[in-house]
């Protein structure tokens, strides 16, 4: 009989269920971790509550493979090696991009791997059962960094979130001049902060609608932070910019309000970064950014390339950790968790099996 593990699988919208599931093994080129720790996504959740970009409207143009296991934000100790694996030993802590790309198509070729068009992300297919287990396998094509000893597990578990935060960074090509908006202070908005600070702007400022989120965003290094139920945020930010607004606008709330408000916030010739994962079609006024102000729109998809940054970056102490993980929960306990992270003092929520 086949050795079982405990897992939470998806089945459907609703039907996520802690279960034994078949412990996996690993084939030539594979590796499998024993899984140390698992944050959740917003993609998570929303896969549990059914979302559209996940579920589809019909059979045809439904992403996730039902059932599969979730994840994509874990870590975990090497105990299994396929055959011909190389660079890794049992007990090595690993990471592994949240993406599998294929390896072949244009876009890998290109090593722009994170926009591979046959790519699965961990936690919604089967052949990429995710993190919200015991065990997990590591197939041929994934891309692993291993996770220096002294990591707490908090650490561990951040570097895919705060990884996508630094491609969204980066993608903002971010000047000694600019005056940097983060609309949105979630773990990874706080990070993006922390991050964009170290490009040393004119100013870094921060966004949200929940005043201990916007503690956390002082601490990590905004100069000024805004609320936007207390404050016109555009008008504050041109008070603060001789009556210009800001440079880059980075939108990590995904709140279709937060669009405007940046279009609104933004200076002529500025720059609009979109992070967030909307949950319905967003309407924006395309004469502000054409006729209007000039705007250059600019998108961020995963994480292209930046994981070594951030674990080198953790390991240093320039990247911050310390209040992101604002919750633990036993695996067994999955679904206290998802329900915490609609709390309003939750951040990061990380399982533990
Ligand atoms: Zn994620
Ligand atoms: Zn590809």
Redesign the pocket.
């Known amino acids: 009989m086949a050795v079982k593990m405990k897992a939470v699988v998806s089945y459907a919208p609703y039907d996520n269920r802690y279960e034994d599931y078949p412990k996996p093994e690993a084939g030539p080129g594979e590796i499998v971790l024993k899984v140390k720790g698992c944050g959740i996504c917003a993609g998570d959740v929303k896969a549990y509550h059914g979302g559209i970009r996940i579920w589809g409207t019909s059979p045809e143009n439904r992403y996730i493979e039902a059932p599969c296991i979730g994840g994509h934000e874990y870590y975990g100790e090497v105990v299994e090696l396929g055959e011909g694996v190389e660079g890794y030993k049992i007990g090595d802590t690993l990471v592994s991009e949240q993406i599998i790309?294929?390896?072949?198509?244009e876009?890998?070729k290109q090593g722009v791997?994170w926009m591979?068009?046959?790519?699965a992300v961990f936690g919604f297919k089967q052949y990429a059962n995710g993190g919200f287990a015991e065990y997990v396998k590591l197939t041929k094509n994934c891309i692993n960094h291993k996770v220096p000893k002294e990591f707490t597990p908090e650490q561990a578990v951040l570097i895919e979130p705060i990884a996508c935060g630094m491609h969204a960074v980066e993608r903002a090509e971010i000047r000694h001049s600019d005056v940097v908006v983060i609309a949105g202070l979630g773990a990874i908005g706080t990070s993006m902060v922390n991050i964009a600070s170290l490009a040393l702007p004119k100013m870094v400022i921060g966004i949200d609608v929940r005043e201990n989120r916007l503690e956390m965003g002082k601490k990590y290094g905004a100069d000024v932070v805004l609320n936007p139920m207390k404050c016109d945020v555009a008008e504050e930010i041109r008070k603060l910019t001789n009556g210009l607004g800001c440079d880059v606008y980075i939108e990590a709330s995904g709140s279709s309000k937060s669009v405007t408000q940046g279009m609104d916030s933004l200076k002529n010739l500025g720059r609009y970064v979109q992070m967030g994962v909307f949950a319905e079609e967003v309407k924006a006024d395309w004469n502000t950014i054409g006729d209007g102000k000039e705007l250059t729109i600019i998108g961020s998809h995963l994480s292209g390339l930046t994981y070594d940054a951030v674990i080198n970056g953790i390991a240093s102490g320039e990247i911050k950790t310390e209040g992101l993980i604002s919750h633990k929960f036993k695996l067994a306990d999955w679904k206290e968790a998802f329900e915490k992270t609609e709390a309003p003092d939750a951040m990061k929520i990380m399982l533990e099996p």
């Open positions: 790309p294929c390896g072949e198509c876009f890998c791997y591979c068009t046959r790519s």
